[in-house]
C-alpha cells in the first residue's frame, strides 16, 4: 500500500504584493488539513519569506519545476516525490487544460487541484481576498476556514510577533513609476517627522537603486538613514524593527500591513478597493493621481493609524 499523500502544494511565480494576498489562502489550507505539510512552490526568496512570517515550507520553483510546463515531461526525482505525496495542489500560474495541469493530473492523479487566478477582472467590486473566496466553492471546507482566518488577519496579522521599534520605515518604490508619490514630497514628509523628533529609515530596493535620478537618491538619502534589504527576508527585518510604515501601492506595503505594523500605503491610478493591503493597522490615502496626495494627508494618516 502506498504511503498517505501528507502534501500540499501551491505554485506562485509573481510579484511581492501579489503573493502575500495568498497568504491567508495557505493558513487556510493548512487549518483544514492540521497533519499535512504546506508548500510554496515559489522563487527562492519568496519562499524563505513565507517560511518565515507563516512557518510553512517551502520549494525552489526554479529547481527543476520547469518541466510541469511541457506535456508528458518528467521531473526530476525530489520534485516529482513531492508532487507524488501531494493530496491538493493549488497553481496561480495554469489554466485548466493547459501542459502543467495536465502534468498535475498525470504525476498526482486522484490529487485535489485548483487552478487560480490572484488578480480579480477590472470590474470586480471587492477585494482581491474575496476574488479567490469565489474560486473555492468547490472546496467549501477551505473557503469556510478562509473567511475566518482573513478575520483573524483583520483583527492582529500574522506571524504572531507583532513589529516592535520607534522609526518610521519609508519605503519609496514600487513596481511601477506611475504608481509613485514623487521622491520630493517623501522628503518632506521626512523632514517633517523628523523635526517632531522621530527617526526615520529609508528602504530602497534594487528597482530604485537602478531607476531613479542621482539627485532623488541624494536628496533622500540626505534626510534620514538609508537601509538596502538585499532580499524579502531582510525586509522583513527592517519591518518588523519599525513603529510605523509609509509607502506606495507596492509588495512592502503588503507586508508591513499584514504583519500588523501601523501601514499607511498611497494610491493613485491603482484600485485600493481591490488592492488594499491586508492587516489590522492599515490607512489609504489615494490620490485621483500620485502628485494630487499631499504631505498633510500623508502625515494625518500615519498619526490615525499609530494612534488607533
Not at 100 to 107: A, I, M, P, T, Y
Request: one cysteine or more.
Amino acid at each position: 500500500m502506498p504511503p498517505p499523500r501528507r502534501n500540499i502544494l501551491i505554485f506562485h511565480a509573481a510579484a511581492l504584493g501579489d503573493f502575500i494576498v495568498t497568504w491567508p489562502l495557505a493558513l487556510a489550507l493548512a487549518r483544514v488539513h492540521p497533519q499535512s505539510r504546506v508548500f510554496y512552490v515559489t522563487q527562492r526568496t519568496k519562499g524563505l519569506l513565507a517560511e518565515r512570517v507563516l512557518r510553512l515550507e517551502s520549494a525552489d520553483s526554479e529547481a527543476g519545476w520547469h518541466a510541469m510546463f511541457t506535456a508528458g515531461s518528467t521531473l526530476p526525482e525530489p520534485q516529482a516525490r513531492l508532487l507524488a505525496g501531494a493530496h491538493s495542489v493549488v497553481s496561480f500560474l495554469s489554466t485548466p487544460g493547459d501542459a502543467f495541469s495536465e502534468n498535475v493530473n498525470r504525476l498526482a492523479p486522484g490529487s485535489n487541484y485548483l487552478p487560480m487566478t490572484v488578480s480579480p477582472p477590472p470590474d470586480f467590486a471587492g477585494h482581491v481576498t474575496d476574488h479567490l473566496l469565489a474560486q473555492l466553492e468547490s472546496w467549501p471546507a477551505v473557503q469556510g476556514a478562509l473567511v475566518q482566518v482573513l478575520r483573524s488577519v483583520a483583527s492582529r496579522g500574522v506571524g504572531g510577533n507583532p513589529p516592535q521599534g520607534d522609526a518610521v520605515l519609508v519605503h519609496p518604490g514600487s513596481g511601477a513609476k506611475r504608481k509613485c508619490w514623487p521622491p520630493g514630497r517623501f522628503v518632506e514628509l521626512i523632514r517633517r517627522l523628523k523635526d517632531e523628533g522621530k527617526g526615520v529609515r529609508v528602504a530602497l530596493g534594487e528597482v530604485e537603486l537602478e531607476t531613479w535620478p542621482a539627485d532623488d537618491l541624494r536628496h533622500v538619502e540626505s534626510v534620514a538613514d538609508f537601509v538596502r534589504p538585499r532580499d524579502y527576508v531582510e525586509l522583513l527585518d527592517e519591518v518588523m524593527n519599525a513603529g510605523s510604515y509609509v509607502g506606495n501601492d507596492s509588495g512592502p506595503s503588503h507586508l508591513a500591513g499584514i504583519t500588523g505594523l501601523p501601514t499607511v500605503a498611497l494610491f493613485g491610478p491603482s484600485n485600493p478597493t481591490q488592492w488594499h493591503p491586508l492587516g489590522p493597522r492599515v490607512e489609504i490615502v489615494r490620490g485621483a493621481t500620485m502628485e494630487d496626495i499631499t504631505v498633510e494627508e500623508v502625515h494625518q494618516a500615519l498619526l490615525a493609524v499609530t494612534n488607533r
